[in-house]
């Protein structure tokens, strides 16, 4: 018992940072179960979401911004796939990677230029940002509505991937794009459903990650996105819940290594986790099961 | 396509050595002194170095020419962003060289002025710290000079002011890899344990946003005081965690907390900050009244200094850095480097904002007191305390 | 043009440069905005070094790897630990008592031979700094070499990654300095240095290349499996191409430590290993002299002729747009225009030949005066393309409002499917 109340504010702080993971990861793992395709500007939307929400905040009430806000990460997210990945899509796959490094770099760049480099303060959101005390820890509102929410909208994209269907289409394209193609199934069309998807939850999740960390820099979005990758890698690249999974994991055990008094690797133990991984079980937890495969 | 492609390349190639001459004679102009102003626009320490920079500008603006022998000058800025980054430090320190200037001011954050000042030693060129408070800075380089106090100091000046307030157990947080505030916390590690202090160590990665477990570790281990004299990046982070988990106990920080990114910060929440720093406002009122009326005036100005009029203590340094290059260009009677070099040792300035500068033979500035001041969060302004020493 | 004077071109034309080098950083005066121009043939040619390694491997070899920064970050502390001199070890290791290694190869030699002792003493290091970077590249290849294109790229950047974090660790403190900044080792005086030390390195890279084991890398890269077939094993291959890459990362890690006189663990980020890539690719994904080329132009550009569009005056232009970032927008911007429009960079997969520059050369005013008759062409082939696209869409639009008429009438059995003119082919690699 004493353990656990130590521990506690550790977990907990991990379960919310886990579910923000899961909502960035899952952009990662849908977009690359059918193009194939790391989207290493991801991270890069979701900060900008943040960013946008900073400028819109000023002018406009804050539903209204809420709305906007991933209305902009969608339109973001689809144009990137219009401009910098479809042209590509019949050159080899480094160039596409290439791509997507550029954009990223173009992203970061832009957001820079447009802060002036300086840290923007996230908007307080109040009922978010309310102190609750739960047992041992004192921690905001966010962090309990963060593996709720998470959780609600993962069943719901799940019903969508199974049961309706565009659903159908994404698991068709994911499976086979060539075939799904000859079926005639419109590809352009499944895959920027698939960025919109994506593009949207990680607004939520920027949201969400930036009521409780309440800066943003243009780099804020390279470290998060990374470990969602890895995320959505450890569950096995394609699956929603592996994703999910891994987000949760990884959100915990690096709290508790910073709870240990291990800060230098927190961020590393990502990328160590990410290695077993690939060379334990490069299929992740949930690669191989073919049936939540999007 | 590769053709059109190589023949920019040329096009480029060409124009660039154009631009490259093209600057070099116009350095030649017998009536423009320039001073270099080494500071970081962006990355970590982009806010506290931009205010910095303010403080140089707003001088400028007040003093534009210089008397150096029986001729007039006008003085002129070259700033360069060296982006908090050290491994842009040294091209960004190379550029500002190769820009003719006679001498140059700066930088906030200890560790680019570290990795610039052997570009400034082999090019002979002079270099004022302004608030570079690591002893390193001036330690190994004749060449740079510097007009702040130092870690040593400031960490034992926080040490005593912990001790004194019945603070027994502190936490110390420092961010890998930034001499300024490793420097600091092992200064004031040292000075702390001495007076019979116990304290808890930790520091975070880089780009780092995530300051729950360290503020839950702080509460862990039962600590009386929260030492992390941090970037204000880091910082307005560090304020709201420790709001959302009822930290309960002081945050204490070093001359970069002086700053209204902070005080925006901690408004309207329940924390308490205590930071040492150069100059409190209302230290000389002329200057208070001269640089908010200019950042109400300048909208670039005021977007720089974070969007309001509050002053911060780097820009009076900035404004006092640049008075003191005004005085070693006046004593070197002539815009040579060199000359500025043998005459800066030489200096006593007075009449400055944060109090006289004269430099000691390692280059540092002799000051002996610092500001202690605390946060209202009602009002989001800085309170004065203190004026503390060492002893 | 025969051998012999082509040869004697590229001698004099390499002479002449490494004179202009020499002199250049001797005699131009600091002031002078030339110096710039040495400043940039330093860093670039560091940087060309370390884009030719990486192209070793993405454009030779076929491997996608992300992590040159953890290399180079290695490189640059071995060089810098075992080359700083005794006295300056309390300052430098000031957290850590002085730390543990209290000696200097530089100094130690020196002692013994003189001054030829102090070059050895230079040079032994950044071998050593290779040497070990090689070591490191063979232990991490053994298991991210089994692992597919962007498995690889991935996996490797978490190496990376995990690399710097070992490096900042506060427990090797004594040996690495923590977190903090290794300063007063030995570096050298002339900004010839750099460029011969990367010039040897690159031509043994291009050597190698063009050797017997070059086209083993090439073949793999066009088809592992054919490779394979012919004789060519995997593995070994991909494993020496990945060490050699590694030495060669090692050592300009190594040049950047002296280059920079100070260096942490903190710059080593994926973004460098990100700016590598794109020096690659602005130079062309499978040429040498590309790389080269793209090292140059980018460092020149990033760190000198953009630098105006930060202070708001560029070339005569001034405008409010310029302001501290919007160097780095419009440099962000070109890349982009590259990768996409220009995906072979530069070069291309082809090598610079002095043919082929007198070609270019005479061919270039021609070139300069058909282009408004070329960009016509273009821009007419361009009208043609669109209208053709438009002409198959409205047939494609009519073709469906007659099936659909005539599933309506009870025509058709089954509706014709959409025969894709755009199959999309995933699995072609590395081509």
């Given at each position: 018992?004493?353990?656990?109340?130590?521990?506690?504010?550790?977990?907990?702080?991990?379960?919310?940072?886990?579910?923000?993971?899961?909502?960035?990861?899952?952009?990662?793992?849908?977009?690359?179960?059918?193009?194939?395709?790391?989207?290493?500007a991801?991270?890069d939307v979701?900060m900008w979401s943040g960013l946008i929400?900073?400028y819109?905040?000023?002018?406009?009430?804050?539903?209204?911004?809420?709305?906007?806000?991933?209305?902009f990460?969608?339109?973001l997210?689809?144009t990137i796939?219009?401009v910098a990945?479809?042209?590509?899509?019949?050159?080899?796959?480094?160039?596409?990677?290439?791509?997507?490094?550029g954009v990223s770099y173009l992203l970061q760049n832009f957001a820079l230029y447009i802060t002036g480099g300086?840290?923007k303060?996230?908007?307080?959101?109040?009922?978010?940002?309310?102190?609750?005390?739960?047992?041992?820890?004192?921690?905001?509102?966010?962090?309990?509505?963060?593996?709720?929410?998470?959780?609600?909208?993962?069943?719901?994209?799940?019903?969508?991937?199974?049961?309706?269907?565009?659903?159908?289409?994404?698991?068709?394209?994911?499976?086979?794009?060539?075939?799904?193609?000859?079926?005639?199934?419109?590809?352009?069309?499944?895959?920027?459903?698939?960025?919109?998807?994506?593009?949207?939850?990680?607004?939520?999740?920027?949201?969400?990650?930036?009521?409780?960390?309440?800066?943003i820099n243009p780099m804020?979005g390279a470290?998060?996105?990374?470990?969602?990758?890895?995320?959505?890698?450890?569950?096995?690249?394609?699956?929603?819940?592996?994703?999910?999974?891994?987000?949760?994991?990884?959100?915990?055990?690096?709290?508790?290594?910073?709870?240990?008094?291990?800060?230098?690797?927190?961020?590393?133990?990502?990328?160590?986790?990410?290695?077993?991984?690939?060379?334990?079980?490069?299929?992740?937890?949930?690669?191989?099961?073919?049936?939540?495969?999007? | 396509?590769?053709?059109?492609?190589?023949?920019?390349?040329?096009?480029?190639?060409?124009?660039?050595?154009?631009?490259?001459?093209?600057?070099?004679?116009?350095?030649?102009?017998?009536?423009?002194?320039?001073?270099?102003?080494?500071?970081?626009?962006s990355?970590?320490?982009?806010?506290?170095?931009?205010?910095?920079?303010?403080?140089?500008?707003?001088?400028?603006?007040?003093?534009?020419?210089?008397?150096?022998?029986?001729?007039?000058?006008?003085?002129?800025?070259?700033?360069?962003?060296?982006?908090?980054?050290?491994?842009?430090?040294?091209?960004?320190?190379?550029?500002?060289?190769?820009?003719?200037?006679?001498?140059?001011?700066?930088?906030?954050?200890?560790?680019?002025?570290?990795?610039?000042?052997?570009?400034?030693?082999?090019?002979?060129?002079?270099?004022?710290?302004?608030?570079?408070?690591?002893?390193?800075?001036?330690?190994?380089?004749?060449?740079?000079?510097?007009?702040?106090?130092?870690?040593?100091?400031?960490?034992?000046?926080?040490?005593?002011?912990?001790?004194?307030?019945?603070?027994?157990?502190?936490?110390?947080?420092?961010?890998?890899?930034?001499?300024?505030?490793?420097?600091?916390?092992?200064?004031?590690?040292?000075?702390?344990?001495?007076?019979?202090?116990?304290?808890?160590?930790?520091?975070?990665?880089?780009?780092?946003?995530?300051?729950?477990?360290?503020?839950?570790?702080?509460?862990?281990?039962?600590?009386?005081?929260?030492?992390?004299?941090?970037?204000?990046?880091?910082?307005?982070?560090?304020?709201?965690?420790?709001?959302?988990?009822?930290?309960?106990?002081?945050?204490?920080?070093?001359?970069?907390?002086?700053?209204?990114?902070?005080?925006?910060?901690?408004?309207?929440?329940?924390?308490?900050?205590?930071?040492?720093?150069?100059?409190?406002?209302?230290?000389?009122?002329?200057?208070?009244?001269?640089?908010?009326?200019?950042?109400?005036?300048?909208?670039?100005?005021?977007?720089?200094?974070?969007?309001?009029?509050?002053?911060?203590?780097?820009?009076?340094?900035?404004?006092?850095?640049?008075?003191?290059?005004?005085?070693?260009?006046?004593?070197?009677?002539?815009?040579?480097?060199?000359?500025?070099?043998?005459?800066?040792?030489?200096?006593?300035?007075?009449?400055?904002?944060?109090?006289?500068?004269?430099?000691?033979?390692?280059?540092?500035?002799?000051?002996?007191?610092?500001?202690?001041?605390?946060?209202?969060?009602?009002?989001?302004?800085?309170?004065?305390?203190?004026?503390?020493?060492?002893? | 043009?025969?051998?012999?004077?082509?040869?004697?071109?590229?001698?004099?034309?390499?002479?002449?440069?490494?004179?202009?080098?020499?002199?250049?950083?001797?005699?131009?005066?600091?002031?002078?905005?030339?110096?710039?121009?040495?400043?940039?043939?330093?860093?670039?040619?560091?940087?060309?070094?370390?884009?030719?390694?990486?192209?070793?491997?993405?454009?030779?070899?076929?491997?996608?790897?992300?992590?040159?920064?953890?290399?180079?970050?290695?490189?640059?502390?071995?060089?810098?630990?075992?080359?700083?001199?005794?006295?300056?070890?309390?300052?430098?290791?000031?957290?850590?008592?002085?730390?543990?290694?209290?000696?200097?190869?530089?100094?130690?030699?020196?002692?013994?031979?003189?001054?030829?002792?102090?070059?050895?003493?230079?040079?032994?290091?950044?071998?050593?700094?290779?040497?070990?970077?090689?070591?490191?590249?063979?232990?991490?290849?053994?298991?991210?070499?089994?692992?597919?294109?962007?498995?690889?790229?991935?996996?490797?950047?978490?190496?990376?990654?995990?690399?710097?974090?070992?490096?900042?660790?506060?427990?090797?403190?004594?040996?690495?300095?923590?977190?903090?900044?290794?300063?007063?080792?030995?570096?050298?005086?002339?900004?010839?240095?750099?460029?011969?030390?990367?010039?040897?390195?690159?031509?043994?890279?291009?050597?190698?290349?063009?050797?017997?084991?070059?086209?083993?890398?090439?073949?793999?890269?066009?088809?592992?499996?054919?490779?394979?077939?012919?004789?060519?094993?995997?593995?070994?291959?991909?494993?020496?191409?990945?060490?050699?890459?590694?030495?060669?990362?090692?050592?300009?890690?190594?040049?950047?430590?002296?280059?920079?006189?100070?260096?942490?663990?903190?710059?080593?980020?994926?973004?460098?290993?990100?700016?590598?890539?794109?020096?690659?690719?602005?130079?062309?994904?499978?040429?040498?002299?590309?790389?080269?080329?793209?090292?140059?132009?980018?460092?020149?550009?990033?760190?000198?002729?953009?630098?105006?569009l930060?202070?708001?005056?560029?070339?005569?232009?001034?405008?409010?747009l310029?302001r501290p970032g919007f160097r780095k927008v419009v440099f962000a911007i070109l890349i982009m225009?590259?990768?996409?429009?220009?995906?072979?960079?530069?070069?291309?997969?082809?090598?610079?030949?002095?043919?082929?520059?007198?070609?270019?050369?005479?061919?270039?005013?021609?070139?300069?005066?058909?282009?408004?008759?070329?960009?016509?062409?273009?821009?007419?082939?361009?009208?043609?393309?669109?209208?053709?696209?438009?002409?198959?869409?409205?047939?494609?639009?009519?073709?469906?409002?007659?099936?659909?008429?005539?599933?309506?009438?009870?025509?058709?059995?089954?509706?014709?499917?959409?025969?894709?003119?755009?199959?999309?082919?995933?699995?072609?690699?590395?081509?």
């Open positions: 018992m004493g353990l656990l109340h130590t521990w506690f504010p550790y977990i907990l702080a991990g379960i919310a940072v886990g579910g923000q993971y899961a909502l960035i990861a899952i952009g990662y793992t849908m977009v690359y179960g059918i193009l194939r395709l790391i989207n290493f991801h991270g979701f929400m900073v819109l905040v000023t002018v406009l009430p804050l539903w209204l911004s809420v709305i906007l806000v991933i209305l990460a969608i339109l997210g689809t796939e219009r990945y479809r042209p590509l899509r019949t050159a080899p796959r480094m160039s596409i990677m290439i791509s997507a490094i300086l840290t303060t996230y908007p307080a959101i109040s009922w978010l940002q309310k102190t609750v005390t739960i047992g041992s820890a004192t921690t905001k509102m966010v962090t309990l509505i963060t593996p709720v929410l998470t959780l609600v909208l993962v069943f719901l994209l799940v019903m969508l991937i199974k049961h309706t269907k565009i659903g159908m289409a994404m698991r068709a394209v994911s499976r086979d794009f060539e075939t799904s193609s000859l079926m005639g199934i419109d590809i352009n069309r499944v895959i920027t459903v698939t960025f919109v998807i994506g593009c949207g939850l990680a607004a939520v999740g920027s949201i969400l990650y930036f009521s409780n960390y309440t800066g804020s470290m998060p996105g990374l470990k969602a990758f890895v995320a959505a890698v450890f569950g096995g690249i394609g699956s929603v819940p592996g994703a999910v999974l891994g987000a949760f994991v990884i959100g915990i055990c690096e709290n508790l290594i910073k709870g240990a008094g291990w800060t230098t690797f927190s961020d590393a133990f990502t990328f160590v986790l990410l290695i077993v991984i690939l060379m334990v079980k490069p299929t992740g937890l949930f690669g191989e099961k073919n049936l939540d495969k999007v | 396509m590769k053709r059109l492609v190589a023949l920019l390349c040329v096009c480029l190639l060409s124009l660039g050595c154009l631009a490259g001459c093209g600057g070099g004679g116009g350095g030649a102009d017998e009536d423009v002194v320039r001073i270099g102003v080494f500071e970081p626009a990355g970590d320490n982009g806010a506290g170095g931009k205010q910095e920079t303010l403080g140089v500008q707003y001088a400028n603006k007040v003093q534009p020419t210089v008397q150096i022998g029986d001729k007039e000058y006008k003085v002129e800025l070259v700033t360069v962003d060296n982006e908090s980054d050290n491994s842009k430090a040294v091209t960004a320190a190379q550029n500002l060289v190769s820009q003719d200037v006679s001498i140059v001011l700066g930088s906030y954050g200890s560790s680019v002025s570290i990795a610039a000042a052997d570009v400034f030693a082999e090019a002979g060129m002079p270099a004022v710290g302004i608030t570079c408070t690591n002893p390193q800075v001036t330690a190994d380089c004749e060449q740079y000079f510097r007009i702040c106090f130092l870690d040593p100091f400031q960490g034992t000046v926080l040490a005593n002011y912990a001790y004194e307030n019945g603070m027994r157990k502190a936490y110390c947080l420092s961010k890998l890899g930034d001499d300024y505030s490793v420097g600091l916390v092992n200064y004031f590690v040292e000075a702390f344990k001495k007076l019979g202090g116990e304290v808890v160590e930790e520091q975070f990665p880089d780009k780092n946003s995530d300051f729950t477990s360290y503020v839950a570790n702080a509460k862990k281990a039962g600590c009386d005081v929260f030492f992390s004299p941090v970037s204000t990046e880091a910082a307005a982070l560090i304020v709201d965690q420790a709001e959302a988990q009822s930290l309960g106990m002081p945050i204490l920080a070093g001359d970069t907390w002086d700053s209204n990114v902070i005080t925006s910060a901690a408004k309207g929440k329940n924390v308490e900050i205590v930071v040492t720093t150069f100059y409190q406002e209302g230290g000389n009122p002329e200057f208070d009244e001269g640089v908010k009326k200019w950042f109400e005036e300048d909208k670039d100005a005021k977007t720089n200094n974070g969007g309001n009029t509050d002053l911060a203590a780097v820009t009076a340094m900035g404004y006092d850095a640049y008075f003191v290059a005004l005085e070693a260009l006046k004593a070197a009677g002539s815009t040579d480097p060199a000359d500025v070099l043998a005459a800066l040792p030489t200096l006593n300035v007075t009449g400055l904002v944060c109090g006289d500068v004269s430099f000691n033979e390692t280059g540092d500035a002799n000051k002996t007191e610092a500001f202690v001041k605390k946060c209202n969060t009602e009002t989001g302004t800085w309170e004065f305390i203190k004026k503390q020493s060492a002893e | 043009m025969n051998k012999n004077t082509k040869v004697a071109l590229s001698t004099i034309c390499i002479i002449l440069f490494m004179a202009f080098v020499y002199f250049g950083d001797m005699w131009i005066r600091p002031g002078s905005s030339m110096k710039m121009l040495i400043t940039v043939i330093e860093k670039g040619s560091i940087y060309a070094l370390v884009a030719v390694s990486m192209n070793l491997l993405n454009g030779f070899t076929g491997l996608f790897s992300l992590g040159q920064a953890g290399f180079m970050l290695i490189g640059a502390y071995t060089y810098a630990i075992f080359t700083i001199p005794a006295a300056s070890h309390d300052s430098v290791y000031q957290y850590f008592n002085g730390g543990v290694i209290k000696w200097s190869i530089v100094e130690i030699l020196e002692g013994k031979l003189g001054i030829v002792g102090h070059y050895l003493g230079m040079f032994i290091p950044i071998l050593l700094a290779g040497l070990v970077v090689a070591l490191i590249g063979f232990l991490i290849g053994i298991p991210v070499l089994r692992l597919k294109s962007d498995y690889l790229a991935i996996a490797t950047l978490g190496f990376a990654e995990i690399i710097r974090a070992f490096f900042q660790w506060n427990t090797l403190g004594p040996v690495t300095n923590g977190s903090n900044v290794l300063r007063k080792y030995t570096t050298y005086k002339n900004a010839i240095f750099p460029v011969l030390v990367a010039g040897i390195s690159i031509a043994i890279l291009l050597l190698l290349i063009n050797s017997t084991y070059g086209r083993a890398f090439r073949a793999i890269r066009d088809d592992e499996i054919a490779a394979e077939a012919m004789g060519v094993n995997l593995f070994r291959h991909k494993e020496m191409s990945f060490v050699i890459s590694s030495f060669f990362a090692g050592i300009s890690g190594a040049l950047l430590a002296m280059f920079q006189t100070t260096i942490s663990a903190t710059p080593f980020t994926t973004v460098m290993t990100y700016e590598i890539l794109l020096i690659v690719v602005i130079g062309g994904i499978g040429s040498v002299t590309g790389s080269i080329l793209g090292a140059f132009l980018f460092t020149a550009a990033s760190e000198w002729w953009l630098r105006g930060d202070s708001g005056r560029w070339l005569g232009i001034s405008s409010d310029m225009l590259i990768v996409l429009f220009y995906s072979r960079g530069i070069m291309g997969d082809k090598e610079f030949s002095w043919e082929g520059f007198i070609a270019w050369w005479k061919r270039l005013p021609e070139t300069i005066r058909t282009w408004p008759k070329r960009r016509k062409a273009a821009r007419a082939a361009k009208k043609d393309a669109r209208d053709a696209k438009s002409a198959a869409r409205a047939r494609e639009k009519q073709g469906k409002q007659e099936s659909a008429d005539k599933k309506l009438s009870g025509e058709a059995l089954f509706t014709p499917l959409p025969m894709a003119d755009h199959v999309i082919v995933f699995d072609k690699e590395g081509k």
